[in-house]
């Protein structure tokens, strides 16, 4: 059972950034971020896969980044020029597959706790 420990998140004002990050027990091949906002559904963020391939909603793209430390099973989220509609309780997902679409959440076997960004406007 792979274990996913979030940590980061927190308040900014709108223009700010911040760092969310996810340490994952074991080594994983498909790693990513999902959302969800007051009274919504999940949603996609972002993806990585151990191939190198990176992945971005519409929403982000140019706005938040990917990294990732090999040596601690590590995917970080940088997020910047946060948006008040960014405000969500974050979640870290992963899969050893590469198979699937990486944005759909039926797809990824772990999950983590959560972390929660509000962006004060």
């Known amino acids: 059972q792979v274990r996913l420990a979030e940590s980061g998140g927190g308040s900014v004002q709108a223009g700010g950034s911040l760092r969310l990050s996810c340490e994952a027990s074991?080594?994983?091949?498909?790693m990513a971020w999902f959302r969800r906002g007051d009274g919504q559904g999940r949603e996609w963020v972002a993806a990585?896969?151990?191939?190198?391939?990176?992945y971005f909603t519409d929403s982000v793209k140019g706005r938040f980044a990917i990294s990732q430390e090999n040596a601690k099973n590590t995917l970080h989220l940088q997020m910047n020029n946060l948006k008040p509609e960014d405000t969500a309780m974050y979640y870290c997902?992963?899969?050893?597959?590469?198979?699937?679409?990486?944005?759909?959440?039926?797809?990824?076997?772990?999950w983590g706790q959560g972390a929660q960004v509000t962006v004060i406007s």
């Open positions: 074991e080594i994983i091949n498909v």
């Open positions: 997902a992963a899969r050893d597959s590469y198979g699937g679409s990486v944005d759909r959440e039926g797809t990824y076997n772990y």
């Open positions: 990585w896969s151990r191939h190198g391939n990176t």
